[in-house]
């Protein structure tokens, strides 16, 4: 018996280096280096912690921790957290936390991965799933309850009942109820109860019940209740309850009840039902 060992039926186990590593009812396992690290089966197994300080791998089949600090992977199968600090796996099969810190994906998020980062999170949020999720890095990035939803870096990301949608970078940029959706980038954007939208950059634009409508840049763009529809760039520019329209640039220009209309540039151009008004 290998010192570290405790209790329970154990087979082709070790432990080869460290201090106060544990190995309690897991077969085919292995502890390398490190100390204070467990690996706690419950009569699974295969299993391995290469090194590190107070890892753990419980009630986990063929699932892995690299190193690090205080990473967890609890009722996960073939999931693996190879580095980093304070970052768990829990409930999720085939998922990945490659490296960071405080990095959770947790309960029906299968096939997900964080890459890196800070505060990133993964979860199932209050009814559905986030499986296939997404987060390459950043900074407090988090997935709920999208499915095959990405978040490629930046801080303060939020994807929430989402499903395919992406967000790039940027800052404090938001994709709620927004499927097949994007952010690509800017600060303090927001598409929400749309599908298939766009925001391409620049910041303070807002896209809502619209769909499949553009918002390419500028600053404080607004579109809601609009379809198909783009605001290309410029300032405080605002359709609504319009199809098919669109403003290429400008300053305050609005399109409102009136679909098919096309605002080219200019300032406080106003294209309503009643024709094109110049304010």
């Known amino acids: ?14 432990i080869t280096a460290g201090s106060y590593n544990h190995i309690i ?4 396992s292995g502890i ?37 600090v205080g990473n967890v992977v609890e009722l996960s199968n073939y999931s693996a957290i190879t580095a980093g600090s304070s970052s768990r796996i829990e409930n999720a099969d085939y998922s990945f936390i490659g490296g960071g810190a405080s990095g959770s994906i947790l309960l029906e998020c299968d096939y997900s991965a964080i890459v890196g980062g800070l505060n990133s999170t993964i979860q199932k949020g209050e009814g559905g799933s986030s499986y296939y999720g997404f987060v390459g890095g950043g900074l407090n990035s988090k997935i709920d309850d999208s499915d095959y939803a990405g978040i490629t870096g930046g801080r303060d990301s939020l994807v929430i009942q989402s499903n395919y949608a992406f967000l790039g970078g940027g800052q404090n940029n938001t994709l709620t109820n927004a499927e097949h959706s994007s952010i690509v980038a800017g600060d303090n954007n927001s598409i929400e109860n749309s599908s298939g939208s766009f925001i391409g950059g620049g910041r303070e634009h807002e896209v809502a019940n619209s769909v499949s409508s553009v918002l390419a840049g500028g600053i404080d763009n607004t579109m809601t209740d609009a ?18 329209s669109a403003i290429v640039a400008g300053e305050r220009s609005k ?6 209309s096309f605002i080219g540039a200019g300032k406080r151009s106003d294209h309503t039902s009643l024709g094109l008004v110049d304010r």
Request: overall charge negative; cysteine-free.
């Open 1 to 14: 018996t290998t010192p570290g060992y405790d209790g329970g039926a154990i087979s082709y186990s070790t």
């Open 25 to 28: 009812n897991a077969s085919y």
């Open 32 to 68: 390398f280096a490190g100390n204070s690290n467990i690996i706690l089966a419950d009569g699974a197994g295969y299993s391995v912690i290469v090194g590190g300080w107070v890892n753990e791998v419980s009630k986990s089949n063929y699932s892995l921790v690299g190193g690090g």
């Open 227 to 244: 379809g198909f529809s783009a605001i290309v760039g410029g300032q405080a520019n605002y359709i609504t309850n319009a199809r098919h």
């Open 255 to 260: 399109i409102i009840n009136s679909s098919g």
